[in-house]
């Protein structure tokens, strides 16, 4: 059984950094996508970053030039860089997995999820 772990969530000030990780605890995944999705309170979870099993990533408009996402399919692990953080950043932080980019970057058909981690931007 897979079971993707975040850590890394805090209370941070507007632009402060902040990396998120994520390890998957259960059973291995063989080249799968591994991303990042944010929930803000009463919003939809949202696409944020993620990357291909052979290093491919990809980004929301948001995310661009402010975060960096770095893989290791061999050890199913995921990890975010956040620079230059803003109050609508703010959210719960979900890692995903599918077997495609193209699934998480289109938030669908998402197969694993994990439990989140909360990332609070004060202004």
């Known amino acids: 059984q897979v079971r993707l772990v975040e850590s890394g969530g805090g209370l941070v000030q507007a632009g402060d950094s902040l990396i998120l990780s994520c390890a998957n605890l259960?059973?291995?995944?063989?080249?799968?996508?591994m991303g990042w999705f944010r929930q803000a309170p009463g919003k939809d979870r949202e696409f944020v970053a993620a990357?291909?099993?052979?290093?491919?990533?990809q980004y929301s408009d948001s995310a661009k030039g402010r975060f960096t996402i770095t893989g290791d399919s061999d050890r199913n692990t995921v990890q975010m860089q956040m620079n230059g953080l803003k109050p609508e950043d703010a959210g719960v932080y979900f890692c995903?997995?599918?077997?495609?980019?193209?699934?998480?970057?289109?938030?669908?058909?998402?197969?694993?999820w994990g439990q989140g981690t909360r990332v609070t931007v004060s202004s």
């Open positions: 995903a997995a599918s077997p495609m980019l193209s699934d998480l970057a289109r938030n669908r058909v998402i197969e694993y």
């Open positions: 259960g059973s291995a995944l063989s080249r799968y996508a």
């Open positions: 990357i291909s099993w052979h290093g491919i990533d």
